[in-house]
């Protein structure tokens, strides 16, 4: 999951995200959104449908908890820890300000747990907890945090700490939360659900704070997470998060079961510096509402479909498939499938060896005329060189050509 991810990127736009939006030909006008910043995502496609100040440096408040979250999924998936596992409850988490999952020294709580109270009781104490488990200090997980950050290619966001508290310093934007909401999606399938629970509490604590804040999960029955966030200095924030019936779309790293798995298409909302808990929730739906509505999803190419088979020199093959191991989907504006038009773009000679998921053209669309998205392409098997005299005549055949 993580190598596929990771071999698709925007060119312009989204220079995190697979697939590269060029430009956003003929688009609906978005609706007024009462926020400081926004950005709609179709997760599906890969692609930006409206955004305003995305660039513009922000507090991130508790939405800091979804790179917390994706280091803690990490270690799990790479089996540094398990969700059973017990992890203890220092001083310094035990007094952590703002919202609490009221754990404390005396307790040994699972990882499991601990996940739950960091996002669904959002508990600045269980996520200092993960952090202190996950990295042996909250200092040395405030670098892993960081360090993923340029990885994912979030290039104006810094981390003072895990869990969002304000901080000289701690700042990120509308977009770079974006790309860490979809690859958290993208990279722990198995993982994301938690985000979907309404109600969590640990045994032993009070009942207080044990509601998600993310009303939309009690509004939309098709919204899935993500994560709230408030400080005085940020307002009310919300990463939102649906997905829709829609045909013949597969979404991709989907978790077996799910709705992209059935032909579902995502959508994804940063809404930032809204004026209440009510209004995020209300500016997000507005959002993800219209995205559904004024675009369309078009898949041009099954996942593993070859886009084009060019010739291959010196290999152990003649020809090469060249596709994405993903459907490939564009969002265009509802209505205008018609106008779409693509091109393929590579340089020539191809030559062996070729190795699995390399890069070697681009599928260009475009939507009356209009530049659209490029869209990698990459070998769908390596090709291993031939023998000595296959080299020397495909030598020869090209040097004459």
Same mark, same amino acid.
């Given at each position: 999951?993580?190598?596929?991810?990771?071999?698709?990127?925007?060119?312009?736009?989204?220079?995190?995200?697979?697939?590269?939006?060029?430009?956003?030909?003929?688009?609906?006008?978005?609706?007024?959104?009462?926020?400081?910043?926004?950005?709609?995502?179709?997760?599906?496609?890969?692609?930006?449908?409206?955004?305003?100040?995305?660039?513009?440096?922000?507090?991130?408040?508790?939405?800091?908890?979804?790179?917390?979250?994706?280091?803690?999924?990490?270690?799990?998936?790479?089996?540094?820890?398990?969700?059973?596992?017990?992890?203890?409850?220092?001083?310094?988490?035990?007094?952590?300000?703002?919202?609490?999952?009221?754990?404390?020294?005396?307790?040994?709580?699972?990882?499991?747990?601990?996940?739950?109270?960091?996002?669904?009781?959002?508990?600045?104490?269980?996520?200092?907890?993960?952090?202190?488990?996950?990295?042996?200090?909250?200092?040395?997980?405030?670098?892993?945090?960081?360090?993923?950050?340029?990885?994912?290619?979030?290039?104006?966001?810094?981390?003072?700490?895990?869990?969002?508290?304000?901080? #000289? !310093?701690? %700042?990120?934007? =509308?977009?770079?939360?974006?790309? @860490?909401? /979809?690859? *958290?999606?993208? +990279?722990?399938?198995?993982?994301?659900?938690?985000?979907?629970?309404?109600?969590?509490?640990?045994?032993?604590?009070?009942?207080?704070?044990?509601?998600?804040?993310?009303?939309?999960?009690?509004?939309?029955?098709?919204?899935?997470?993500?994560?709230?966030?408030?400080?005085?200095?940020?307002?009310?924030?919300?990463?939102?998060?649906?997905?829709?019936?829609?045909?013949?779309?597969?979404?991709?790293?989907?978790? #077996? !079961?799910? %709705?992209?798995? =059935?032909?579902?298409?995502?959508? @994804?909302? /940063?809404? *930032?510096?809204? +004026?209440?808990?009510?209004?995020?929730?209300?500016?997000?739906?507005?959002?993800?509402?219209?995205?559904?509505?004024?675009?369309?999803?078009?898949?041009?190419?099954?996942?593993?479909?070859?886009?084009?088979?060019?010739?291959?020199?010196?290999?152990?093959?003649?020809?090469?498939?060249?596709?994405?191991?993903?459907?490939?989907?564009?969002?265009?504006?509802?209505?205008?499938?018609?106008?779409?038009?693509?091109?393929?773009?590579?340089?020539?000679?191809?030559?062996?060896?070729?190795?699995?998921?390399?890069? *070697?053209?681009?599928?260009?669309?475009?939507?009356?005329?209009?530049?659209?998205?490029?869209?990698?392409?990459?070998?769908?098997?390596?090709?291993?060189?031939?023998?000595?005299?296959?080299?020397?005549?495909?030598?020869?055949?090209?040097?004459?050509?």
């Amino acid at each position: 999951m993580m190598l596929i991810s990771r071999l698709f990127s925007l060119v312009s736009l989204w220079a995190a995200l697979s697939g590269a939006v060029i430009a956003q030909p003929l688009l609906p006008q978005p609706p007024e959104i009462a926020a400081r910043s926004y950005l709609l995502l179709d997760v599906t496609a890969n692609q930006i449908l409206s955004g305003k100040d995305i660039d513009s440096p922000v507090e991130p408040a508790s939405l800091t908890k979804l790179m917390t979250a994706y280091l803690v999924f990490d270690s799990l998936r790479l089996r540094k820890i398990s969700l059973t596992q017990t992890f203890g409850v220092s001083e310094r988490a035990w007094r952590m300000p703002g919202s609490r999952m009221f754990i404390d020294p005396k307790m040994k709580v699972p990882v499991q747990d601990l996940i739950q109270g960091m996002i669904v009781q959002s508990g600045n104490d269980a996520t200092v907890a993960l952090a202190e488990g996950v990295a042996g200090s909250v200092e040395r997980f405030v670098q892993l945090m960081n360090d993923q950050a340029r990885v994912l290619g979030m290039t104006s966001t810094s981390f003072k700490n895990p869990e969002g508290m304000t901080e #000289a !310093g701690h %700042t990120t934007t =509308a977009r770079d939360l974006g790309t @860490l909401a /979809v690859r *958290l999606i993208r +990279d722990f399938p198995d993982y994301v659900g938690y985000y979907a629970v309404k109600k969590y509490r640990y045994p032993g604590t009070p009942a207080a704070n044990d509601t998600n804040r993310n009303l939309l999960l009690f509004r939309d029955p098709t919204v899935d997470g993500l994560k709230t966030g408030y400080t005085q200095a940020a307002g009310y924030c919300l990463i939102a998060t649906a997905s829709r019936n829609y045909p013949n779309l597969v979404f991709a790293g989907a978790k #077996a !079961g799910s %709705t992209e798995a =059935a032909g579902g298409r995502r959508l @994804l909302s /940063v809404v *930032l510096g809204a +004026d209440s808990e009510n209004a995020r929730a209300n500016e997000s739906q507005k959002l993800l509402n219209w995205g559904f509505t004024a675009f369309e999803a078009v898949k041009l190419f099954d996942a593993n479909q070859a886009v084009v088979t060019p010739a291959v020199w010196k290999g152990n093959t003649s020809t090469l498939k060249l596709g994405q191991p993903h459907s490939i989907v564009v969002a265009v504006p509802s209505g205008s499938a018609t106008k779409l038009k693509t091109e393929v773009v590579r340089k020539d000679p191809i030559v062996a060896p070729v190795a699995k998921w390399q890069q *070697l053209a681009t599928l260009k669309v475009s939507l009356s005329e209009r530049p659209l998205a490029e869209i990698p392409l990459l070998s769908l098997d390596a090709v291993s060189e031939a023998g000595v005299f296959g080299r020397a005549w495909d030598g020869l055949r090209l040097w004459i050509k």
